[in-house]
């Protein structure tokens, strides 16, 4: 037997269960995108008609879309950097040689990435509640006026986007843990030697060497905030006035409440492409965020 | 589903002694993922002989072929009779004049109040119209202040604006469903009348989200009328003990003049086409339409009777709560019947919203959702078109 196609037998497995129940529903989702499979479709195949590049124009032009996609980006844009910052602020402070018990804080903040998000999307909306919530009673004993955080169109996102980052900073935390622990630290030494502030070795020794956690962690936040879905699912069901409909609620709604697949498939494609450029984007920057000794 | 699919089990025995050559399996679903379920069953060609459906989703299985026409059967039928039902419940099963399901429990929307902040506000009795209704509302507010509300409208909700619609002579859609009509005069004014009751300080502008318990709320005060379904009645009995006990009571949603319609809901049992044993369902749809099981299910579960001589067992008859809800019952229309109908209103409920919040006026607004209802509904026309050549 030859050597590929001795490969090809070891791989066969699981390529055929990827290309089962991956490719295949990908192809099929590719194709239904491409018509106006609706639930009429389901009553007889013959109501499906074809309609080309049809479900994608009326996307580019539906404003509903745009809203989305604008609230995504909004989702995105406030989301990454507040957990990349908290989950910075916090390794480092874990790292610092004056912290005590560093794995007791580790396990505690790391406890938001693995408990259910509808249980703490839940008490996040009793935190936020407009007369009775913890914020809100901050806000008034600091002598600032009260926020209607989930009412008010223009604080729905920040305060879910809040929310996501305290739920999400965890794990770029643990990644940048152990990408500080991977800094030799003869490297301090030698800074501390020639007299280099702390801020100074932050800057010069610690920064760059976190670069490359850095676009790994960004490129996982960016990617996991685009496909933002179940916390404003659970905590405002995409209103104020539709301020936290993300594209993949549109997504959802489309698909699984109106059961228009072909609308539904021809949004998941776009947001495929938008995140594939991302990841393209990362590989043309890649560079910049290589770290070497 | 939910409570019913509990229910069931405690009733089938008897069923189980009538027939005992018909073994039932029962599978509960959860409401909220039923409607996907079923649909994927459909798919599947895996659905049940016999199923509980929600009222309003009739149209939608309908449209996919998957319910079986039940007229014959009614027709043979010794114990359903139409007759006996509450007039816009059974009209839930009828779609394009063909009867597909037979009405189970029902289910309709209507006003819970506060009775001591309404004699605070100088008023003993519950509104009939909508002028009687402004006018206490408007009363309230001064006795209650900025802080209170008259009655709570959650904008997330669809209901009370679409009960309001319904109330209208004029239909939400026109020419069997081809298009929209919410431009017309008839949803005009239950949209001003909406809007008004949020402009005049009435209703507090928030999504029931927003409400961490309603009956807390309720209790306190912070709004005296809410419109809402017969579960509350158990609820409210519940919770509302002690020195709060008869604080509260049931009525009719007021109409445009005098008492008015609100909307048909509940569910349905219906067959699916697929099924190999429908004379076996029949049998189980005529025993658990007997007066005497629907009793039975009022007493498990507090869903209301669909039929009128169920409401006459001593449990109902004598209770002041669920006098409201049966004088209601006889008062309730269907929404329109059209697969795309929860779309629609969601979009209604969205349009509502930002007049509400002051974005749209009551001409943009009419404007834009015709337009976007006309939307939804062109594929429906497409398949329709047809039909009019023959």
Not at chain 2, 82 to 106: C, H, S
Not at chain 2, 242 to 259: I, N, Q
């Amino acid at each position: 037997m030859k050597r590929g196609a001795l490969a090809w037998a070891f791989a066969a497995p699981a390529v055929l269960v990827i290309g089962g129940f991956f490719l295949l529903p990908v192809l099929m989702a590719a194709g239904v995108s491409l018509t106006d499979f609706d639930l009429y479709a389901f009553a007889d195949i013959q109501n499906v008609r074809f309609v080309g590049l049809g479900n994608y124009a009326h996307l580019l032009q539906s404003s509903e879309f745009w809203r989305a996609l604008a609230n995504s980006l909004l989702f995105v844009g406030m989301g990454t950097p507040l957990t990349l910052g908290a989950g910075l602020i916090a390794a480092l402070l874990i790292s610092s040689r004056l912290t005590i018990w560093p794995s007791f804080f580790r396990t505690v903040l790391f406890a938001p990435v693995v408990t259910t998000l509808v249980a703490v999307a839940l008490v996040w909306r009793y935190l936020l509640h407009t007369r009775y919530g913890l914020f809100n009673w901050l806000l008034i004993s600091m002598g600032l006026h009260p926020i209607d955080w989930l009412g008010d169109a223009r604080w729905a996102i920040p305060a879910i986007a809040l929310f996501a980052a305290w739920k999400n900073f965890g794990f770029s935390m643990l990644i940048f843990i152990a990408a500080r622990q991977n800094i030799p630290g003869h490297l301090y030494e030698a800074a501390w030697l020639d007299g280099a502030s702390p801020l100074q070795q932050f800057r010069s020794i610690t920064l760059p060497a976190l670069r490359p956690a850095v676009l790994l962690t960004g490129v996982v936040t960016v990617a996991g905030y685009f496909q933002m879905f179940a916390e404003p699912y659970v905590i405002t069901q995409g209103g104020p006035l539709q301020s936290t409909v993300s594209v993949v609620y549109l997504m959802y709604e489309q698909g699984f409440r109106w059961w228009n697949f072909g609308s539904a498939s021809a949004v998941a494609f776009v947001l495929f492409w938008m995140v594939l450029a991302i990841v393209t984007l990362r590989r043309r920057f890649g560079n910049y965020f290589r770290w070497t000794i | 589903m939910g409570r019913e699919g509990e229910a069931i089990r405690a009733i089938l025995p008897e069923f189980g002694r009538l027939h005992p050559d018909i073994a039932v399996r029962v599978q509960t679903l959860p409401w909220s993922g039923a409607r996907e379920k079923l649909l994927t069953a459909f798919v599947g060609d895996a659905t049940p002989d016999l199923c509980q459906l929600g009222s309003s989703w009739v149209p939608e299985f309908v449209a996919l072929n998957a319910l079986e026409r039940l007229d014959d059967r009614l027709l043979r039928s010794a114990s359903v009779r139409a007759e006996d039902y509450f007039p816009g419940i059974w009209d839930t099963n009828i779609v394009a004049g063909k009867l597909y399901g037979v009405p189970w429990y029902g289910d309709t929307r209507l006003l819970f109040y506060r009775t001591d902040l309404l004699l605070q506000a100088g008023f003993r009795t519950p509104p009939e119209s909508w002028e009687q209704w402004s006018t206490m509302l408007a009363a309230l507010k001064a006795v209650v202040g900025p802080e209170r509300y008259g009655v709570l409208l959650p904008l997330n909700e669809f209901d009370p604006l679409l009960v309001l619609a319904l109330q209208q002579r004029d239909p939400l859609l026109r020419d069997e469903g081809r298009f929209g009509n919410f431009r017309g005069r008839g949803f005009r004014l239950a949209l001003q009348f909406y809007r008004d009751m949020f402009s005049k300080g009435w209703a507090p502008t928030i999504a029931d989200t927003q409400i961490s318990n309603v009956w807390d709320e309720f209790s306190r005060g912070y709004f005296t009328f809410f419109v809402s379904g017969p579960w509350n009645i158990g609820e409210l009995k519940r919770r509302f003990t002690d020195e709060r006990k008869g604080k509260w009571m049931t009525a009719v949603m007021p109409g445009p003049d005098g008492p008015g319609f609100s909307l048909a809901g509940g569910s349905n049992l219906v067959i699916f086409r697929h099924s190999q044993h429908k004379d076996e369902a029949w049998k189980l749809i005529e025993f658990l339409s007997l007066p005497a099981t629907q009793e039975r299910i009022y007493e498990l579960t507090g869903n209301l009777p669909t039929r009128r001589s169920a409401w006459l067992m001593p449990a109902l008859a004598g209770d002041p709560y669920a006098e409201a809800f049966r004088r209601q019952l006889e008062r309730v229309k269907p929404p329109p019947k059209v697969p795309e109908f929860e779309r629609i209103v969601t979009e209604m409920r969205l349009v509502a919203e930002r007049v509400v919040h002051g974005d749209l006026s009551i001409d943009e607004a009419v404007n834009a959702l015709d337009h976007t209802v006309d939307g939804i509904l062109a594929k429906r026309r497409s398949m329709m078109a047809p039909q009019d050549t023959q």
